[in-house]
């Protein structure tokens, strides 16, 4: 069985600087996937970025990219530059059988 | 905007009623997830379907069913409803290929009074 472990319920940040949000997972299976999705007060879940775990390279995605370190079973996102509009609650997950495994997510608040 | 729509938005009831959630996936998705999103057991599987087959159940209770139709749209159906299945119930949808990424809908908010 997959499971994510996200260990930070809030994190806070002034605008424009760099925040890291942490996720950990454990899975038995070789071949998997690890996703970040972002959920602001509307309610909606926006997928922000994919990383295979054969994928050579860190992915990113403009100001977001993945720190991944497969040897610690770690995929910690890392948002550049924040804005306002990245206020929200941010969700890790791993791709399980038919199904993704989630995290209980980290609230971010950025403040001006 | 995902391409995933989900409908209703919000949808109000009472204890022992019946509710159908309705999903329609991304043009070219064959796969259909649903999920339930509640405060105290957070973002939960329910079940999966690929195109118009159920492949996988979750967490779901016997009194709640789906199905997914030749057009691909897919209904969840909640019935004998309970306080406790008020949450947040989205459906995503997927390529089932390469990535495979799930692309979510904006949900529908159940609120069981």
């Known amino acids: 069985a997959q499971k994510i472990t996200q260990t930070q319920p809030g994190m806070f940040v002034q605008e424009k600087e760099a925040v890291t949000l942490d996720c950990t997972y454990d899975t038995s299976d070789p071949s998997y996937g690890l996703f970040w999705y972002k959920q602001p007060s509307s309610g909606e879940m926006i997928f922000l970025i994919y990383?295979?775990?054969?994928?050579?390279q860190n992915a990113t995605e403009g100001r977001y990219s993945l720190n991944f370190q497969k040897a610690r079973k770690s995929a910690n996102l890392v948002i550049s530059a924040s804005q306002l509009g990245d206020s929200a609650m941010y969700f890790c997950?791993?791709?399980?059988?038919?199904?993704?495994?989630f995290g209980t997510g980290t609230r971010l608040l950025v403040s001006p | 905007d995902s391409g995933v729509t989900q409908t209703p938005k919000h949808l109000i009831t009472a204890t022992g009623q019946r509710v159908t959630l309705r999903c329609s996936p991304r043009?070219?998705?064959?796969?259909v997830y649903w999920y339930q999103q509640s405060l105290d057991q957070g973002l939960q599987f329910l079940i999966h379907y690929y195109n118009g087959e159920e492949r996988a159940k979750g967490n779901i209770l016997e009194r709640f069913s789906a199905q997914q139709f030749p057009d691909l749209h897919s209904e969840l159906n909640l019935s004998s409803l309970e306080l406790g299945d008020s949450a947040l119930y989205f459906c995503a949808s997927s390529r089932d290929r390469g990535k495979n990424i799930q692309y979510f809908g904006a949900g529908t908010r159940l609120s069981v009074l």
């Open positions: 043009s070219g998705d064959l796969s």
């Open positions: 990383q295979g775990s054969y994928d050579q």
């Open positions: 997950a791993i791709r399980g059988f038919q199904k993704l495994v």
